[in-house]
């Protein structure tokens, strides 16, 4: 059987697949669409990471395919309608990154609160201001978590540790499965409205496509700050331009855009109380080795008819 490698893998993930006796494993990274499309027939299985887009033309011509492996958690790049329609089976590694992601996540919300890319940036150009760059504390302020699987519920705990109170709005969990945790689960309205801290933890959808927009931010207080190291979309960027400059919100942090990469002319890059970085969620050594065992692993159990 051939396997399809797209995006980097880390070479751990790699050896896994090619250790399998009848297994035929190929890595061709940053393969343009039409030339995926030519060469799809071919393949068994494909792994991929962030970089590839598996459209419904791409699957019209993937004739022998049984897995799409996603070594990540979204499935939000591959389209899932048509390869169900098709028969074929979509595996991703759902907690590969949540450390690295959660982590971010903490990283995001410290930077945000004492305006540290500000201020280093600031410093280098020779000033020495240190009331300008005067930040805000997190004990004992309120964390509103959105989206409370295994990365949400791993920031909750590091939250924690730093004296937050923590509210989760999840519509797919029970109140005995958030109580649990030691946090307090609460309808989105009233996360919005009681939260110093708003982080976006939910898988892109159709659902969640837009959850933040106008009416959320007119929610919030001025005082709150809102971070999405999910996925670009859930939050709707022109609403969230439209809160900063309108003051509606001190201010956000954001690793995941509608747009990806960002354009330099997003006008979100215009506006200090900003902080972005390119999708560094699962950019860590550690997950990069993890995702790639992981979805090795899964894969070849799917190809191998192994439960």
Known sequence: MRIL?????????????????NFEVDCSFGLPPEELKSIIKDYHALIIRSGTKVTADIL???DQLKVIGRAGVGLDNVDLKAAAKKGIVTINTPSGNTTSTAEHTMSMILALSRNIPQACASLKTGKWDRLKFRGVE????TLGVI???RIGSTVAKFAKAFGMDVLAYDPLL??????LRDVTMTGLKELLTQSDYITIHAPKSEETKNLISDEEFSLMK?????????????INERALTKALEEG???GCALDVFEQEPLSKDSPLLKHDNCIVTPHLGAATSEAKVSVAIEIAENVRNALLGRG
């Not at 029970?174 to 109580?179: D, L, N, T």
């Open 5 to 21: 490698i797209s995006d980097k893998l880390a070479d751990e993930g790699i050896n896994i697949l090619k250790a399998v006796k």
């Open 60 to 62: 019209d011509a993937a």
């Open 138 to 141: 997190l004990h004992e302020k």
């Open 147 to 149: 989206g409370f699987g």
């Open 174 to 179: 029970s109140i005995e499965a958030v109580g």
């Open 222 to 234: 001025k005082t709150a700050r809102v971070i999405n190291c999910a996925r670009g979309g859930i």
């Open 248 to 250: 509606k919100i001190a």
